[in-house]
């Protein structure tokens, strides 16, 4: 075999083969059908190895293909004496002869070089570039030891992780699924474990298939479960000004006849505490207000959810029911306040109490059949229900000298859901085509109150009613132009119906119907050291239904917060250039956004207070740069990314431009210690800058942690902040209103988690047919 090798690779390399296009390759008069399976010196599978069958003649490239999940794989077209070439990241390149219809077994090398007796084993690489983003293994990878998903992905190239949050650099806040299911709280990424995915997909350029509103996605595939009983155990501590805990556990059982059943039941707390300052200036400048404040927030959740599932064959049917509520949050600050706005009341005292309660009920069932003689057609379909409710109630009391006042507000709201999607998939040699429709019907009631002690409201009561209906259809093709060119070329229809009703009566003015045509193109090549892609997409963004309302809330003694129900869909169209060559990546994007959503203060002169809601801003190109560079080097696995902005926008009355450059830079590093202890320090570098109009002041956050495994036990302890270095300070100017602040806090803790797992863990693979809905409420 060694030999074969050795002849093969000098001959591709004194010919200097250039690849035909797949769509015009032919078959043999005599083609049979060859079948595998591509495994590591472990016995693992490897999914998505590279297949590629060579002409015996002249090593010419006939056709090729990638294994699935399990590692399987199959070839038409071969002739006996053809060559089979299997390569996949991190493993030796294999090159067989094809005599028989089963090949079965193909064994790849770790890609390691011996000397003597001493082995070298080189850094395997577990990114792979592809024209849809990039994919990480995990299969022997160490993030897989660091105890959740949540820790595991922050660590990943292109992330940028804060907290619970998790968003893509350059593309904002990601959609995450678990296997086809939609993760609608980050906080179920802490719930499974690392050590139970087999690889992750970052998305960067999700096209047609996916949401309007979506420019990322995370999909996690976790590894296939053995039969009888898994679970997973876990219990975690987050120390801090405002300590908390969480714990949760999930059990599944398979049977041989590959039914599955599952439930889990978890329980997170949650909260922080902040001190900052807050500058107002408004009225030509002729008033200012000044807070000193001091916050806590605290929070409970739980979540519970069942469910089953039956695969049979390459199919598979499930239903899951998920309950989640927050029993309790509050939220409290004590503030004290100098304004010039009442000279007799420039000095004021306010303390500030505001508690909420959520309720949801989620129903997804899911259908995935799969046809066909080489199983290459898929018809994949989900449906929703949901129902939630929520109440807040606010209460601030104010006291100067001679001023006192109380301000109450109370909201209730409620939202139901029904949604469905379905996804057709037809796979052939050089072209991948998807067909798909999507449904959703959405009612959102919500009533507000306010008044003070005087017993006059600031603004009116009021009871508004949203009904949307969300109707989308989208093509895609994915052609295989040639083992190194590929094609996308894709559409995205939306056309949605919106009635605004306000105290009974339906508002035309906020009712509204319309169709957003959102396109996707790109052309991509890639070898095995270097990727190219340029693409052209569009994407929406929807303002959330808390945003649509009339509903207000007090935010400082001269300021109101107010929701708008004259906002529109955001739009933007964006041309790509990505560049990849070994570990170093480049990506330049210029955008052109029309009604962007964001948050202006303007000032109610007859009242002399500032109002604080979203706007729809006029349109306005922005420029953005992603540079990356990943190494290794010994025991130490740096990661360096960073994010230039250049904008040019004008808004406001009076017009005011918001165009200076600003620019971040994420550095992970990950140091491999001995007796299998991985250390972690990571630093995430913000300069002075516009992002549309929010202008940032800067900052530097710096974390670092440990991780160790003990067999089916995880440990890890992580201190985030760990020199509490974290400051937020943002200034918004808008039409003549300057608001400034300044906080500390909230970031600086220890969080430590424990958790047990055994077998592997039994995952849901409905996808939920209307995330964006479910967002949006």
């Not at 649509?548 to 109101?560: K, M």
């Not at 990849?580 to 009242?607: D, F, I, P, Q, W």
């Amino acid at each position: 075999m060694v030999t074969l090798t050795k002849f093969l690779k000098e001959k591709i390399m004194k010919k200097k083969i250039l690849l035909p296009f797949l769509c015009i390759a032919t078959m043999p008069a005599m083609a049979q059908h060859i079948t595998g399976k591509i495994i590591n010196e472990q016995g693992e599978a490897l999914p998505y190895a590279n297949v590629f069958l060579l002409n015996q003649q002249d090593s010419t490239f006939i056709k090729g293909t990638v294994s699935d999940e399990n590692g399987a794989f199959s070839l038409n077209g071969y002739q006996n004496g053809d060559i089979l070439k299997v390569s996949t990241m991190g493993y030796k390149t294999n090159y067989l002869i094809c005599h028989n219809e089963s090949i079965g077994n193909i064994t790849l090398q770790d890609d390691a070089k011996l000397l003597g007796e001493v082995v070298v084993k080189g850094h395997r690489n577990y990114v792979k570039s592809n024209n849809m983003g990039l994919t990480v293994s995990m299969i022997g990878n160490p993030l897989s030891k660091l105890g959740s998903a949540l820790d595991a992905i922050k660590q990943m190239p292109l992330i940028d992780g804060i907290g619970n949050n998790i968003s893509v650099l350059g593309k904002g806040t990601p959609e995450i699924y678990i296997n086809q299911r939609k993760v609608r709280d980050n906080s179920e990424l802490q719930q499974l474990s690392s050590q139970n995915i087999e690889r992750v997909e970052i998305i960067t350029n999700p096209g047609a298939k996916y949401e309007a509103d979506v420019k990322s996605v995370i999909i996690i595939h976790t590894k296939k479960q053995d039969t009888g009983w898994a679970g997973l155990a876990k219990a975690g501590a987050t120390l801090s000004d405002v300590s908390y805990g969480r714990t949760g556990l999930d059990l599944s059982w398979t049977g041989s006849n590959r039914l599955g059943v599952y439930a889990g039941a978890n329980y997170a707390g949650d909260g922080e505490k902040q001190t900052g300052y807050y500058l107002e200036k408004f009225g030509n400048n002729e008033y200012e207000t000044k807070t000193n404040t001091t916050y806590k927030n605290r929070a409970h959740k739980l979540n519970a959810n069942i469910g089953a599932s039956y695969d049979f064959g390459a199919n598979s049917l499930g239903i899951r029911y998920e309950f989640s509520r927050k029993p309790k949050g509050k939220y409290s600050s004590t503030n004290d306040i100098q304004t010039n706005v009442e000279p007799e009341n420039a000095q004021l005292e306010s303390t500030s109490e505001q508690s909420k309660q959520n309720t949801r009920h989620y129903l997804n069932s899911y259908a995935i059949l799969k046809f066909g003689e080489k199983k290459n057609y898929q018809l994949a379909a989900d449906v929703d229900y949901l129902y939630n409710y929520s109440n807040e109630l606010s209460d601030v009391n104010e006291q100067g000298e001679n001023y006192a006042n109380h301000i109450g507000t109370v909201s209730h709201s409620n939202n139901h859901l029904v949604a469905g999607k379905a996804n057709f998939t037809a796979s052939w040699k050089a072209v991948t085509l998807d067909l798909g429709t999507q449904y959703s019907y959405t009612k959102t009631r919500q009533s507000f109150v306010g008044s003070t002690s005087h017993d006059e409201a600031l603004f009116d009561a009021s009871h508004d009613e949203e009904r949307q209906h969300l109707t989308a259809g989208y093509i895609t093709a994915n052609w295989q132009l040639s083992p190194s060119w590929s094609a996308r070329t894709e559409l995205r229809v939306e056309n949605t119906d919106f009635a605004y009703i306000l105290n009974g009566e339906k508002v035309a003015e906020q009712s509204k119907s319309f169709t957003d045509w959102l396109p996707y193109v790109s052309i991509d090549y890639q070898n095995d050291n270097l990727s190219l892609g340029l693409s052209y997409s569009s994407s929406v963004d929807r303002p959330s239904y808390s945003m649509l309302s009339n509903t207000y809330s007090y935010a400082s003694h001269t300021s109101w917060m107010l929701g708008n129900p004259l906002l529109k869909s955001s739009l933007e169209r964006e041309l790509s250039l990505d560049v990849s060559y070994l570990k170093m990546s480049l990506s330049l994007s210029y955008v052109h956004s029309m009604r962007e959503l964001a948050t202006t203060y303007s000032y109610m002169e007859n009242k002399k207070v500032n109002i604080i809601k979203n706007v729809n801003l006029p349109s306005y190109d922005y420029f953005q740069m992603v540079a990356g560079q990943r190494l290794d080097i010994g025991i130490w696995h740096p990661t360096l990314y960073g994010v230039l902005r250049l904008q040019k926008l004008e808004y406001g009355n009076p017009e005011k431009s918001y165009n200076k450059p600003l620019f971040n830079m994420t550095m992970r590093n990950r140091f491999d210690l001995p007796w299998g202890i991985y250390a972690y320090f990571d630093g995430i570098w913000v300069s002075k800058g516009y992002s549309a109009t929010n202008y940032t002041k800067g900052y530097v956050l710096l974390d670092m942690g440990l991780n160790k495994s003990l067999g089916n036990w995880a440990f890890t302890i992580y201190w985030n902040d760990c020199f509490k270095l974290w400051r937020q300070k943002n200034l918004i100017e808008t039409n003549g209103v300057s608001f400034y602040q300044n906080l500390k806090g909230g970031v600086h803790n220890v969080s430590l988690n424990v958790t047990y797992s055994f077998n592997k863990k039994k995952s849901y693979r409905g996808k939920g047919a209307a995330r964006e809905e479910i967002n949006r409420l």
